[in-house]
């Protein structure tokens, strides 16, 4: 029986080495790493001279969205020509712990380098962001030329990049609206300062948000909102609503709809007797049902009368 279990642990163990096979080694150091450094400080510079001595004559790149054709050398040095002219602080540099590594294939005799690194700079003609990760894959030959290039990064905000040199309408300004009918209304209830038939105008998952009381991204559900406002007008009487102006409705492409307007508030402080007038702005912004699914304020409660 001992006899059995020895031979059926040898066979296990030469089943296993038989799974592992070596196929070439990983280097945190090695002369092709220089080589990407060097064409990474050349293509932020624009220095094209020195991208075009550091790659090879049939040299091709590709991004994420090239499923066929790769790019070509010319394509590669227009973009870094006009990145570093219009990038301002253009950079692409490692992150955190993170560092190249050089993977040499003893199958295919190839190497390949991997860097991960992180792209910064803004937009000097639009002002957009250029912030996002960078992984790419440079594949070096063995006289140190680099032979192809493959890039992941964040192609929704090139696009995005790209875009805001067009002019696009994304949708349509209405001065007159059945929506605007809706907010006039739900400015109206307030007056009442009867809390059922303003939260009548809300539904269950409306979400509040308060610009200069609410920490950002946190918002206030209906009954906390309205705690809030019971608290208020313990101390405080509102008088008067007006608008200031006239509300906007922006009907997006695809996004639903909000309703932008300014009003002028008076209330009485119900202690002292005094009397303000503060400025109040808000959006309301509608699901496809024509609810409120959420309403963003803005006022100072330091106007307040004391």
Same mark, same amino acid.
């Given at each position: 029986?001992?006899t059995?279990?020895t031979l059926?642990?040898?066979?296990?163990c030469?089943v296993?080495?038989a799974?592992k096979?070596?196929?070439? !080694?990983?280097y945190i150091?090695h002369?092709?790493m220089?080589?990407?450094d060097?064409?990474?400080?050349?293509?932020?510079?624009?220095?094209?001279e020195?991208i075009?001595?550091? /790659?090879?004559?049939?040299?091709?790149?590709?991004n994420?969205? +090239?499923?066929?054709k790769p790019?070509t050398?010319?394509?590669?040095?227009?973009?870094?020509?006009?990145l570093?002219k219009?990038?301002e602080?253009?950079?692409i540099?490692h992150?955190g712990?993170s560092?190249?590594?050089?993977?040499e294939?003893k199958?295919?005799?190839?190497?390949?380098?991997?860097?991960?690194t992180?792209m !910064?700079?803004?937009?000097?003609?639009?002002?957009v962001?250029l912030?996002?990760?960078?992984?790419?894959?440079f594949?070096?030959?063995?006289?140190?030329?680099?032979?192809s290039?493959?890039?992941m990064?964040?192609q $929704?905000l090139?696009n995005?990049?790209?875009d805001?040199y067009d002019t !696009?309408?994304?949708?349509?300004?209405?001065k007159?609206?059945?929506?605007?009918s809706?907010?006039?209304?739900? +400015?109206?209830?307030?007056?009442?300062?009867d809390?059922d038939t303003?939260?009548?105008?809300?539904?269950e998952?409306?979400?509040?948000y308060? /610009?200069?009381?609410?920490?950002?991204n946190e918002y206030?559900?209906?009954?906390?909102?309205?705690?809030?406002?019971?608290?208020y +007008?313990?101390v405080?009487d509102?008088?008067?609503?007006?608008e200031?102006?006239?509300?906007?409705?922006?009907?997006?492409e695809?996004?639903?709809? $909000?309703v932008?307007?300014?009003?002028?508030?008076k209330?009485k402080n119900?202690?002292?007797?005094?009397i303000?007038?503060i400025?109040?702005?808000?959006q309301?912004?509608?699901?496809?049902k024509?609810n409120?699914s959420?309403e963003?304020?803005y006022f100072?409660?330091?106007q307040?009368?004391d």
């Amino acid at each position: 029986m001992k006899t059995k279990l020895t031979l059926a642990a040898l066979i296990l163990c030469m089943v296993l080495s038989a799974q592992k096979k070596k196929n070439g !080694t990983i280097y945190i150091e090695h002369p092709a790493m220089e080589v990407v450094d060097e064409f990474n400080t050349a293509f932020v510079t624009g220095d094209l001279e020195k991208i075009k001595s550091l /790659v090879s004559d049939d040299f091709k790149w590709r991004n994420s969205t +090239m499923r066929e054709k790769p790019g070509t050398l010319k394509q590669l040095l227009g973009r870094s020509n006009y990145l570093s002219k219009n990038i301002e602080n253009f950079e692409i540099k490692h992150y955190g712990g993170s560092y190249p590594d050089a993977f040499e294939y003893k199958k295919d005799n190839v190497l390949d380098v991997m860097t991960y690194t992180w792209m !910064t700079g803004y937009d000097k003609n639009t002002g957009v962001s250029l912030n996002m990760p960078r992984y790419a894959s440079f594949r070096v030959a063995e006289n140190g030329k680099i032979l192809s290039m493959n890039i992941m990064d964040d192609q $929704v905000l090139w696009n995005k990049a790209y875009d805001a040199y067009d002019t !696009t309408r994304n949708g349509v300004i209405f001065k007159d609206h059945p929506l605007v009918s809706k907010v006039r209304l739900l +400015m109206q209830s307030y007056l009442t300062k009867d809390v059922d038939t303003i939260k009548s105008h809300y539904t269950e998952s409306t979400a509040f948000y308060d /610009v200069m009381n609410s920490d950002l991204n946190e918002y206030k559900t209906l009954e906390e909102e309205f705690a809030d406002f019971s608290a208020y +007008m313990e101390v405080f009487d509102l008088l008067e609503i007006n608008e200031s102006g006239y509300p906007d409705v922006l009907d997006y492409e695809g996004d639903g709809s $909000v309703v932008i307007s300014w009003w002028n508030m008076k209330f009485k402080n119900k202690k002292s007797g005094n009397i303000t007038t503060i400025k109040q702005h808000i959006q309301h912004a509608f699901n496809e049902k024509g609810n409120i699914s959420r309403e963003d304020y803005y006022f100072n409660p330091a106007q307040l009368p004391d």
